[in-house]
């Protein structure tokens, strides 16, 4: 049993809900139970739904600690093992979002294949004020919403609401604050009305056509990550000065 990600089934749709609260942060162990439960649940369903539990929104992130140098490999081998997981699922997924949608919960949510988000979600990613870069929107962001978007998330770590994420193409459909459910269940109500086996084949055919680029992109973003990045001063001094609620000290190389 998980600890914190509860499974639902509702016929051949699977539920698959963030709970961690109050912020639902992804640790390395959360990680873990998230890529467990989509592999016993992958199979099983025809669509999946992923949601945030509790008021705060979807998720704040990826827990900072586990980018410290002596955990930050086994944090991108547990995180980026769901990719490529869902990457090789044959289920339609959605996001259902609302609240904080920050750093690696972004790469989540935007790395479905539907994201349903209220209109005042907050979606961002700021690892590059504590002198990092998010490794799946390096090669996820730029097919999404173009580079000059991409960049403008990434470089500056800014977040953006949810009318905006649509505007980018990050978001599929938005939901008035208050009503996420109504609209997931209207998505879900459309997609109910079709043949599940070709939901299945469709999302197969379309993922093999370009996983491999994506596993072959993510694998180089996560070399320089932890060759060069981590290799630098200032992308530990990020993480110090973040757990130490301190202003950061930048050194340069």
């Known amino acids: 049993m998980s600890e914190t990600i509860a499974v639902r089934m509702e016929g051949r749709t699977a539920w698959l809900t963030l709970n ?5 942060v992804l640790d390395i162990a959360m ?15 025809d669509i999946l739904v992923l949601q945030g539990a509790g008021p705060k929104g979807f998720s704040a992130g990826a827990e900072v600690a586990d980018h410290v140098p002596e955990r930050v490999a086994g944090m991108l081998g547990a995180f980026h093992g769901v990719f490529r997981r869902l990457a090789r699922a044959e289920c339609v997924t959605i996001a259902a979002v609302s609240g904080l949608c920050l750093g690696g919960a972004m790469e989540l949510a935007t790395f479905c294949d539907f994201v349903v988000a209220t209109e005042a979600a907050k979606f961002g990613q700021p690892e590059i004020k504590l002198a990092c870069y998010p490794p799946v929107a390096m090669v996820t962001f730029p097919q999404l919403c ?17 009318r905006e994420a649509q505007r980018m193409g990050l978001v599929t459909r938005l939901a008035p604050e208050g009503e996420l459910a109504a609209g997931v ?14 939901l299945r084949l469709t999302r197969k055919t379309l993922w093999r056509l370009h996983a491999d680029a994506f596993e072959k992109q993510l694998d180089e973003a996560e070399r320089i990550y932890l060759n060069e990045l981590m290799k630098t001063k200032d992308a530990p001094e990020g993480i110090r000065a973040f757990l130490e609620k301190r202003a950061p000290v930048w050194q340069g190389r």
């Open 185 to 198: 269940e209207k998505l879900l109500g459309e997609l109910r009305g079709l043949s599940g086996t070709v």
């Open 146 to 162: 173009g580079m000059r978007a991409a960049m403008d998330l990434i470089f500056t770590g800014r977040t953006v609401d949810g």
């Open 31 to 45: 990680m873990r139970e998230l890529d467990a439960a989509l592999a016993r649940v992958a199979a099983e369903c």
């Open 20 to 24: 961690r609260p109050p912020l639902n």
